[in-house]
């Protein structure tokens, strides 16, 4: 979005009617002119949204067909899928600028003026009827929608200070306008468009389909120019028929989101979405294995019984989990005096905290809640281990443990500790090379020891034992 100092316009440009058509200006839909933007990123090969990302070979193109067809668009998908980024989004696709007839409340096309006030303006002006612009960041309106919203914030209502000026209700100039006509020219969204009540969903068709609108018993003409926009979880908009029929008909495409298909594309939203996490005199590193092992915990409770898939498991979950492991990771080495952190397998255990309030655990059992979630960690950890670390590395490992004291780590193991662990188990150096290379700093290394001693547990090849922070891993002989 600009800063308020960008959306002075050119000083170029036309102030006038009469300097406008000499200018060569062409007057369009919003429609077209959305087609004619899509059109030539789509020749550059641009993206539409840079920053949505594995949507490029399922939900784009099909976005990309809605645009050049014209239509009004919904968007089907549970919570977290990137629906209103993208609907956000579309205003990229408006012109930088477009002008109006000066003072109109809904961005009247100087051609052909739609309110009282710029049709009189150009009638008696011609074209010396001053013409302003405005930017395409405030042709945008937005409605998250609720069982209270009212036809007077969608559509508008009488202005009582206006009555006071010397108005009469008869009057449109009496009108304030709302939300939609507050964007004509431009985009309006409708988030969680089943939310609003049949009534309002009457009035909204009207406005938008026969282009009238009643006021307190005056009806007024709107033809507005308008590229409608909304969403709508799956259920709500298919099963419950919340949506009056006619409605429903006014959107020409209906795009399906879903969540990422698969690990990487979800570590690469979590790099792009987490909060980087600076903190005075604390460098924290993050290996990508803990990263896998948080967008895997996602995946696993998408495909898990005991989670509501009904409600979803948004990609925020998988944000927030990587931003609470990183903060008790700092939290940890704040506490030790460490100038270099990396979240290790000890700093999982901070997950539920983050879990806990965004999936919906259907367990038959009070109390189990803490379970699944521990379970998903753990079957996580596997996942990850197994994909990531070659097994024929962990024999010498396995091997260098069996006849010695029980290896420790956890919360307040120091990371020199671990250093001379892989001094003590030389099996141990290729595993932690594989995952974090021969450079890594020794905030890193000491977390691919734990992970790997961790894995080694999960694959039943290590026994633990484990009382708060603090594990000890032994041979199982």
């Known amino acids: 979005m600009p800063e308020p100092s960008d959306l002075n316009p050119p000083s170029d440009l036309p102030s006038t009617l009469g300097e406008l058509r000499a200018s060569g200006w062409r007057s369009e839909s919003v429609k077209h ?22 949507y490029e070979d399922t939900v784009v193109p099909q976005l990309q067909n809605a645009l050049l067809a014209g239509h009004d668009v919904i968007f089907l998908g549970e919570r977290g899928q990137a629906k209103t980024r993208m609907i956000r989004g579309l205003v990229e696709l408006l012109d930088e600028w477009i002008p109006i007839v000066e003072g109109s409340e809904i961005n009247d096309d ?19 009827t001053p013409v302003s612009w405005v930017h395409r960041s405030t042709r945008f309106g937005e409605k998250l929608a609720t069982p209270d919203t009212s036809i007077a914030d969608l559509i508008g209502e009488v202005d009582p200070m206006k009555i006071v000026e010397g108005r009469y209700l008869s009057d449109e100039q009496a ?4 939300l939609v006509p507050r964007t004509n020219r431009g985009i309006f969204a409708i988030n969680e468009l089943p939310d ?7 009035g909204l068709l009207n406005v938008l389909e026969e282009r009238d609108v009643q006021i ?11 590229l409608l926009v909304a969403s709508a979880n799956p259920e709500d908009y298919t099963n419950r028929g919340r949506l009056i029929t006619p409605l429903k008909d006014r959107f020409g495409s209906q795009v399906r989101t879903h969540y990422p298909l698969e ?15 600076e903190v005075d005199g604390v460098d924290v590193v993050v290996p990508e294995f803990m990263t896998e092992v948080i967008a895997t915990v996602s995946h696993l409770a998408r495909q898990s019984p005991h989670i509501s898939q009904r409600s979803g498991v948004s990609v925020r979950l998988s944000v927030a989990n990587q931003e609470v492991l990183v903060a008790n990771a700092v939290r940890r080495g704040l506490q030790a005096g460490e100038s270099t952190v990396a979240p290790r397998v000890c700093d999982l255990e901070a997950l539920p905290a983050a879990t806990a309030g965004k999936v919906e655990i259907e367990a038959v059992e009070e109390g189990r809640e803490g379970q699944i979630l521990e379970h998903l960690v753990r079957s996580a950890v596997l996942t990850v281990f197994r994909d990531l670390v070659n097994p024929d590395q962990l024999t010498d490992v396995v091997a260098g443990i069996e006849g010695r004291d029980p290896v420790e780590a956890g919360e307040d193991v120091a990371i020199a500790d671990y250093q001379s662990l ?21 905030a890193a290394v000491a977390s691919a020891v734990e992970f790997v001693l961790e894995g080694l547990h999960l694959s039943k090849r290590l026994n633990k034992d484990a009382v708060g922070g603090r594990a000890q891993y032994r041979s199982r002989g």
């Open 33 to 54: 002119e959305i087609r004619r933007n899509a059109t030539a990123r789509i020749r550059a090969g641009e993206p539409l949204f840079p920053q949505v990302l594995g």
């Open 196 to 202: 609003l009540a049949e009534r309002i969903q009457v």
């Open 263 to 277: 690990v990487e594309t979800e570590v690469a939203i979590i790099e792009q979405e987490a909060d980087p996490f």
């Open 216 to 226: 307190r018993g005056f009806k007024i003409q709107l033809p507005l120019d308008l």
């Open 110 to 128: 100087p051609y052909a003026p739609v309110s009282v006030h710029a049709r009189r303006l150009v009638a008696e002006s011609g074209d010396a």
């Open 422 to 442: 892989v001094e003590d188990l030389p099996g141990l150096r290729a595993p932690v090379v594989g995952l974090v290379g021969a450079e890594a700093s020794p």
């Open 175 to 178: 009108l304030h306008f709302g």
